[in-house]
């Protein structure tokens, strides 16, 4: 069986948001929440060179900060990886990547609210890094949308911040 994914139509995401070729787009959990409430799930073959529609990519940059230690101030790290060539999506192997994500699929909860992509964006975290033991998720903050409607890949994908 096919694949299910989430998906918003391209227009409908330029009726909510000012449209931006490339780049961040600053947006609030209320645009998000009318997103994951009109939403649908299609094929992902279907989906992966329709441009009239956007896969919904919950995608987040992994950060720890060291704690302050006597004078020295704090640090903050951040989590790049390179894709494999292995990659299942060709599209995107071999390309470096400042946080983690992935599509979004129908699960058992359904709730239509941001709700909803904070625990996808949960579950590709826990598919995609190995967290140490004494790891924790402290905080998922929605802060806009990525898009890229210069590559291939991006014109079909809608990356929601984390």
């Known amino acids: 069986m096919d694949e299910l994914v989430f998906a918003f139509s391209t227009a409908g995401f330029w009726k909510l948001l000012p449209y931006k070729e490339k780049g961040l787009i600053r947006e609030n959990s209320e645009v998000l929440k009318k997103i994951v409430q009109n939403g ?12 009239s529609f956007k896969q919904i990519i919950p995608y987040a940059v992994i950060s720890c900060k060291e704690p302050e230690r006597s004078g020295v101030r704090q640090s903050q790290s951040f989590y790049l990886f390179r894709r494999t060539s292995g990659q299942t999506e060709k599209r995107l192997q071999n390309l470096f990547s400042l946080g983690v994500g992935g599509h979004m699929n129908p699960g058992n909860s359904m709730e239509h ?18 967290l140490l033991n004494d790891c924790t998720i402290e905080d998922i903050e929605f802060i806009g949308f990525i898009n890229d409607d210069t590559i291939p890949v ?3 994908h809608m990356t929601s911040y984390s």
Not at 40 to 51: A, G, S, T, V
């Open 154 to 156: 991006s014109r079909v």
């Open 113 to 130: 609210e941001e709700q909803f992509l904070n625990d996808e964006l949960k579950r590709e975290l826990f598919e995609e890094v190995r």
């Open 40 to 51: 649908i799930f299609r094929k992902r073959n279907e989906l992966e060179e329709d441009p």
